[in-house]
């Protein structure tokens, strides 16, 4: 598990003092990762260049925009949930032409945008 998340942390850039919006999700939820499997926020943190205090921070945010079901960190994290087994088990699949479909707004489709750039569909 430590090697891939070192593997996406510099694929991604995780490591870097960017702050747009895709890279920060992505961080929290690999907060979240390691934290669930034992992990101190020290040693998380340095594994992002970050202090632990971001660490708890970002862990916090997480689960508050997991709870409401954020569009935008639910999209920037898709691929991720792909790598790291659910609790369930299950693969979610996408449907390009169902979700062009259901599009209605702006929002709708930068959900789009970003699935294509993540290559899920």
Request: hydrophobic fraction near 35%; glycine fraction near 6%; charged fraction near 35%.
């Amino acid at each position: 598990m430590l090697d891939l998340i070192k593997q996406l942390i510099k694929k991604d850039g995780l490591d870097t003092e960017a702050r747009h919006a895709p890279l920060i999700h992505r961080r929290m939820y690999l907060y979240n990762v390691m934290r669930r499997h034992g992990m101190i926020y020290e040693n998380i943190g340095e594994y992002f260049n970050r202090d632990h205090a971001t660490v708890m921070h970002g862990i916090k945010r997480y689960k508050y925009l997991m709870e409401v079901k954020d569009e935008v960190l639910l999209t920037d994290i898709e691929y991720y949930q792909t790598l790291f087994v659910d609790k369930d088990g299950t693969k979610k699949e996408y449907n390009l032409e169902e979700d062009v479909r259901k599009a209605t707004t702006l929002g709708g489709l930068n959900i789009i945008k970003r699935r294509l750039e993540n290559n899920l569909y």
